[in-house]
Every structure is written in structure tokens, then in C-alpha cells.
């Protein structure tokens, strides 16, 4: 018995904007490099963004 997979609009739409919320912590982490605590939280939202891409993507396909 073969399993198939349904692709929603769904998962594209938050995959991007997850992955656009990640690349914009990635540019708080860049611009913030003297500042170690604001470049630590651009950090940690560009990790959380981007799990939750890659997390969207796969609970609404």
C-alpha cells in the first residue's frame, strides 16, 4: 500500500515566512557583531525561524 503526499499552499507560504524571519535574525546577528547579547539573540531567532520552516514545511505537506 503506497503512501502519497498532498502539497498545500499552507507549508509554502509558512516555510517562507518562517525562513524570511530567519534570515532577518541572521542580519540582527550580522549587523549586532560588537554587541554580543543582541547578536546572541539575532542568533537564537534565526535558529528558532528556521526550525520552524523546516517544521511547517513538513506538518502541512
Known amino acids: 500500500m503506497a503512501d502519497t503526499a498532498s ?4 507549508s ?3 516555510g517562507l515566512l518562517f525562513g524570511l524571519l ?6 540582527v546577528m550580522y549587523v549586532a557583531a560588537a554587541d554580543q547579547l ?6 537564537a531567532l534565526a535558529m ?6 523546516v517544521a511547517a514545511i513538513h506538518a502541512f505537506s
Open 12 to 14: 509554502l507560504g509558512l
Open 7 to 10: 502539497w498545500t499552499d499552507k
Open 48 to 53: 528558532l525561524f528556521g526550525g520552524l520552516s
Open 22 to 27: 530567519g534570515v532577518a535574525g541572521a542580519v
Open 38 to 43: 543582541t547578536a546572541g539573540w539575532g542568533f
